[in-house]
């Protein structure tokens, strides 16, 4: 077998690292991102389907080596490199190659990936990352068979993975569907599920979603909605429970489960009050769960599309 996406990229673009999103790692930085094409899940609902889909993509991308893409890392002043828009599981080859000459310039690699992936391959592929965010879609294996052509066990079974066998830094997200994986009754289970093999410590996002690709009849998802699963989740006993796609200062922002004061302000993007120090809040002390450095970043909300080595040619 040859992966033939190797060296190829659907685009780079400097972003927010809170966009992958990533609440807890390196706040305020700026990490490259970027992607092949083609996709191991086949969600009806997917929101980078021109990519995920793509079947001549090769006719559009850049070509970069591992090392290229480190050395831009470091050149554009990025503390990461994420591997975005299409899931890293399937040009694994790749992303570690990718993730090690990072670590040899000190810049940290970044999974934003399903979780959809075997037993035999978890241990190779994250070894060589430091972050992830894994899409829990859903928590009904209908959902997953009708909806993503998937299985809701193996990611579940990732989700543990990381969080008892590695030292990853590893946030989840959610993106709540009307009418499909929003019910009380299924964001209660999925929280109960959540809490009890993951624990209090690891951050979920809620997201909105839009209509898009083959599921355009759904309706936006109404910020009451995102405040009731974030809500749920709290009421488990989740420290750090997020919304996004939406504005929602409140529900963006970061709290001290200690003492309840305002840690991280963020409006989208947009980082404001910055009350840690040494991982722990200023007011109480209570150490927070993450990857922090003493001062923050100060990237801010800007997305900055590059060119890194050269568009592709047969």
């Known amino acids: 077998m040859v992966l033939t996406t190797y060296g190829r990229s659907s685009g780079f673009c400097v ?12 706040p305020g930085t700026s990490v490259l991102s970027f992607g092949t094409a083609g996709c191991n899940l086949g969600c009806r609902f997917c929101q980078n389907w021109d990519i995920s889909k793509a079947r001549e993509w090769d006719k559009l991308a850049d070509a970069a080596s591992p090392e290229q893409i480190a050395l831009a890392a470091e050149r554009l002043g990025c503390r990461s490199v994420a591997f975005t828009y299409n899931d890293p599981v399937i040009f694994a080859e790749y992303a570690i190659d ?9 810049i940290k690699a970044v999974a934003v990936t399903a979780g959809y992936i075997t037993e035999d391959a978890r241990p190779e592929f994250y070894q060589h990352m430091d972050a992830a965010n894994v899409d829990l879609k859903a928590f009904t294996d209908a959902f997953y068979h009708r909806l993503c052509f998937a299985q809701l066990q193996p ?3 990732t989700l543990k993975y990381l969080r008892h066998e590695t030292n990853v830094w590893f946030e989840v997200t959610t993106l709540l569907i009307p009418g499909e ?9 999925a929280s109960e599920w959540f809490a009890e093999n993951l624990g209090p410590d690891v951050p979920w996002h809620f ?9 355009r009849d759904k309706p936006h998802t109404p910020s009451a909605t995102l405040a009731r699963a974030r809500e749920i989740a709290r009421s488990k006993g989740l420290h750090y429970v997020y919304t996004g796609n939406v504005h929602d200062r409140e529900a963006g922002s970061t709290w ?16 404001g009050k910055w009350n840690l120090e040494d991982s722990r809040c200023r007011s109480c002390g209570y150490k927070i769960a993450g990857v922090f450095e003493e001062q923050r970043g100060d990237w801010g909300a800007r997305r900055v599309p590059v060119r890194i080595g050269f568009p592709f040619r047969d």
Do not use: Q
Not at 98 to 106: N, Y
Not at 257 to 270: A, H, Q
């Open 256 to 271: 001290c489960p200690g003492c309840g004061e305002l840690l991280i302000e963020r409006d989208w993007y947009e980082l």
């Open 181 to 189: 994986n929003d019910s009380e009754d299924e964001l209660h289970r």
């Open 15 to 26: 972003d927010p690292i809170e966009k992958k999103p990533l609440n807890h790692f390196l």
């Open 98 to 106: 990718v993730a090690d000459a990072c670590r040899e310039r000190g």
């Open 207 to 215: 997201t909105a979603f839009h209509p898009d690709f083959k599921m």
């Open 155 to 157: 990611v579940l079974d």
